[in-house]
């Protein structure tokens, strides 16, 4: 496989990973919605309703996060990161 | 005071803007205390900022290009970060966003969750990619990726359906939202918004855009954080409101057992003006199918990664590592606005039903409501209404009626706000919908004047031509989205979800299958954005004219309808169709590495 396989290789790896806890946290939970919300979650709000306020969203955020810098980790390894910095 | 280059220099500068901004405010209240009119106030909040955008859309100036389209490429991460969340969240999020959560509870969430999430597939399935492209729209990409006109042509339709449905809502907003601070008729405030908008892209295009936005997100943030901690302190409710709302949360639980649900008859709902509505959800609990709230929720997603106002902000990051990156602190600042909006919604909610509360206008007498001074001014406005239904004397919990707005609007005063703080509100609402009328107007103009005059009419014309076209176009499609918006068509939240479903109909699978799929074709392409839009509408106007709809899918996510028969017919199409040529093939594999030149040059 070529240095540019591999590397698509692994993104591709990524991505799946990406989506998977995206898909968790933004469609996964919901279908307990109900449930969930009889246990009380963190600060002591109903814990479905503290998904929908702030778990979630936080979690997307350090998601990307977490997602670039791995992305950025595959690119240095096979040689591909961009010259100069940002 | 200020040495060198101006993006070295960005802190500093938006530094000095944020105190500049503070102390604004902090002379405003000074000059109440000293018996300044609210009116005046609320003048001078909106001319005040509105004239720091101008100055700074003329500072933003450009005859280049690549300046006007992209703004250079080189804005920093945190920056396009700010300019992002300003560039997405409307009017309606910052005016109406408290408000449906407060009337609609968890069933509104999705929301809130569709419109975070959409981000993840922006950072991991396209933004970088299209960054590497180095495309000046989003037509650009999909004309080149898949070449040919027609392909170009089409991506620009879906496009403008989009944005244009989106842009008249937030035309509309700056202008209710001018109307009432400066106090003139909706129809003319609509110009005035309307000229406030072109004030900041005329000249820069894009890079004049970006600047305004960060202003504009400054501004914004502190006009709806400020009164959410405000509000919570005097309250008594907790320093930090995020974090400690649990027990008026679960408060607010206990009182609806408490006064339960009563339906209104059909009769007694015809007294109560058109726009408002009851307390008839629960606060904190599922109120919505998991499928409901699911397709909402995936309908928004998919809508977020195919808008191309937000897509083309990303292109002016400096490289694809700072365009990944500046897609998480886009979404760090939304999250820090949608975070707060819950917050708001249950303080708004619980000051005014709690009986025991000074504030609590549940089981008062309806004369002495009646007679409180923030009741007659949001009564006059339109925003508040309270019946004696049963008759017997006491205001119940299905006899208080509220507009979505006004849980942003009027909560500052209930809980006993100085002027200021509604005036600071005002502005910050105009930020909002200026901001993002200005990037939808941008994406439009830049679409036609791009890829339709330069790309498939007159590919010889000199950059001063281009950008002669690209101007006027800004102002012909903000005086069309204007005078459609002096009509007064939909509620501003009804079309803002639409343009979601129609972005995500017509363009969301053509957008990551022509990175993710090299197997992708023109034909599949064509048929994917043609099928997917055209379907979609169908089904809206479908069920808007009394049809039932199947799967739960409803007006709202008719998206998902669309954006299915467009993956269906895009694979089905490009499968019978012959492989795209060698050349296509290598240009894919030169987007999935962020090493090396962009596909298109600097200046194309």
């Known amino acids: 496989m070529s240095k540019q396989e591999q590397h698509w290789e692994k993104s591709k790896g990524l991505l799946m990973m990406t989506l998977a806890i995206w898909f968790v946290f933004s469609i996964g939970i919901f279908l307990f919605g109900a449930e969930m919300n009889e246990v009380t979650g963190p600060f002591g709000y109903p814990l479905t309703y503290w998904f929908t306020c702030q778990g979630s969203l936080g979690i997307f955020v350090i998601l990307i996060f977490w997602f670039a810098n791995r992305q950025e980790k595959i690119d240095e390894e096979f040689g591909f990161s961009e010259r100069g910095d940002d | 005071m200020i040495k060198g280059n101006f993006i070295d220099n960005l802190p ?28 005046t106030i609320g003048i001078c909040f909106v001319a005040f900022t509105v004239a720091i955008y101008a100055i700074i859309g003329y500072l933003s100036r450009t005859a280049q290009a ?44 999705a929301l809130l969750v569709g419109w975070t999430g959409g981000y993840v597939l922006v950072a991991s399935l396209l933004a970088p990619y299209l960054r590497k492209f180095g495309c000046y729209t989003v037509p650009d990409f999909i004309g080149t990726r898949y070449g040919g006109n027609l392909s170009r042509f089409m991506a620009v339709v879906v496009l403008t359906v989009a944005s244009f449905t989106y842009v008249t809502a937030q035309i509309n907003a700056t202008g209710t939202i001018a109307s009432v601070a400066l ?16 004030l900041c892209s005329m000249l820069g295009g894009m890079r004049g855009v970006t600047w305004t936005q ?49 339906k209104n008859s059909a009769e007694n709902l015809k007294e109560v003006p058109k726009g408002l509505a009851g307390i008839t959800k629960a606060h904190s609990a599922v109120n919505a199918t998991p499928w409901a709230f699911i397709s ?36 760090f600042f939304i999250f820090l606005l949608y975070s707060s909006a819950p917050m708001l919604a249950t303080l708004s909610k ?123 176009l800004l102002v012909v499609i903000g005086f069309a989205g204007a005078t459609i918006a002096a009509l007064e068509i939909q509620g501003i939240l009804g079309s803002v979800i639409w ?12 957008l990551v ?55 269906v017919a895009m694979v089905v199409v490009s499968l019978m169709t012959q492989a795209p040529n060698a050349a296509t093939q290598k240009m894919v594999d030169e987007v999935r590495v962020p090493a090396g030149k962009s596909i298109l040059g600097k200046q194309h």
């Not at chain 2, 008062?364 to 409180?372: G, H, L, P, R």
């Not at chain 2, 343009?499 to 053509?510: R, V, Y």
């Open chain 2, 12 to 39: 500093k500068v938006y530094g000095i803007y944020t105190g500049g901004f503070l102390g604004f405010i902090i002379i405003m209240s000074i000059a109440e205390q000293m018996g300044m009119t609210a009116k």
């Open chain 2, 350 to 472: 619980l000051s005014l039903i709690d009986p025991s509360l000074p504030t609590g206008i549940i089981g008062k007498s309806i004369a002495e409501v009646q007679s409180i001074d923030w009741y007659q001014n949001w009564n006059q406005a339109n925003l508040m209404f309270v019946s004696d239904f049963n008759g017997n004397g006491t205001l119940e919990l299905n006899e208080f009626f509220m507009g979505g707005k006004a849980v942003v609007l009027a909560t500052p005063e209930i809980a006993g706000l100085p002027y200021v703080i509604s005036g600071l509100v005002a502005a910050g609402g105009m930020a909002a919908a200026m901001s993002t009328a200005d990037g939808l107007i941008l994406a439009i103009a830049n679409a036609i004047s791009h890829d339709v005059y330069y790309k498939i009419i007159d590919p010889k014309a000199e950059t001063a031509k281009r950008l002669v076209v690209a101007r006027v």
């Open chain 2, 513 to 567: 299958l022509g990175v993710w799929w090299k197997r992708a074709n023109k034909e599949g392409a064509i048929a994917g954005m043609f099928l997917g839009l055209v379907s979609g509408a169908a089904y809206l106007v479908w069920v808007r004219t009394g049809g039932s709809g199947f799967l739960g899918i409803t007006q709202l996510t008719f998206g998902i309808f669309g954006s299915a028969v467009s993956l």
């Open chain 2, 66 to 109: 690549d300046a006007y389209y992209v703004a250079g490429r080189q804005v920093p991460t945190v920056f396009n970060g700010m300019a992002t969340a300003a560039d997405w969240m409307s009017g309606a999020s910052f005016v109406a966003m408290a408000g449906g959560i407060y009337f609609k509870g968890y069933g509104y969430m």
């Open chain 2, 499 to 510: 343009a979601f479903d129609f972005a995500m109909s017509g363009l969301f699978f053509p």
């Open chain 2, 183 to 198: 106090d003139i008729p909706f129809q003319y405030a609509v110009y005035v918004g309307l000229i406030s908008i072109l």
């Open chain 2, 296 to 331: 909402l929720a995936l309908a928004m997603m998919m809508g977020t990664a195919s808008l191309p106002h937000v897509m083309m902000r990303y292109f002016t990051t400096p490289s694809v590592k700072a365009a990944r990156k500046s897609v998480g602190w886009s979404l």
């Open chain 2, 214 to 262: 960060v202003a504009q997100y400054i501004v914004l943030i502190i006009a709806y954080l400020l009164p959410v901690f405000w509000i919570s302190n005097k309250m008594g409710a907790g320093f930090f409101p995020h974090f400690m709302l649990a027990d008026e949360v679960s408060r607010i639980a206990e009182l609806e057992a408490q006064f339960g649900f009563v």
